[in-house]
């Protein structure tokens, strides 16, 4: 039985686009890389959470005669989920603000990952602060479903 849950399970996440990781969230996108992260970009800024900036990877890989195929990082925080988060282990603030990355692989396929929470508050032991954990997890679930949206 144990079997056929686990292969029911691989079988969800395979069709829904998300590889199953143990410290990342990786969902395929429907989008470009640039469309992705501007659309997710957008998605923040109306929340009214800071976007702080975007990197393209592949951008700098060209400026040193390198090929990479197109990798953007956006970088972005909200100082209401993540003060707490830090008030309890100021080392946090080397995974804060959050970042998504988006990469298009050997295949073509687009995809959009972030660090799941729950790593995060595993990584820095950090303790008493579940539901903010709980709230980041959900919102960033809801965010990136946004931006992945077929128009």
């Known amino acids: 039985m144990r079997i056929v ?4 399970f691989a079988f969800l996440v395979m069709a829904t686009g998300v590889r199953a990781d143990h410290h990342m969230i990786v969902k395929q996108s429907p989008h470009s890389v640039a469309k992705t992260l501007d ?3 957008a998605i923040l800024k109306k929340k009214g959470i800071t976007v702080f900036t975007r990197v393209d990877h592949a951008a700098g890989a060209k400026k040193v005669d390198m090929a990479l195929r197109p990798t953007q990082l956006l970088i972005f925080g909200n100082p209401k989920l993540g003060t707490p988060l830090m008030t309890a282990d100021q080392q946090i603030g080397l995974a804060l603000p959050l970042k998504a990355l988006a990469w298009q692989d050997e ?8 660090t799941k929470p729950a790593e995060l508050q595993h990584r820095y032991g950090i303790k008493g602060r579940d539901e903010v954990f709980k709230k980041m997890t959900g919102a960033l679930n809801n965010l990136t479903n946004a931006a992945l949206k077929a128009e």
């Open 107 to 114: 295949a073509g396929k687009v995809w959009l990952g972030y």
């Open 5 to 8: 849950l686990v292969l029911i």
């Open 39 to 41: 659309r997710l970009s």
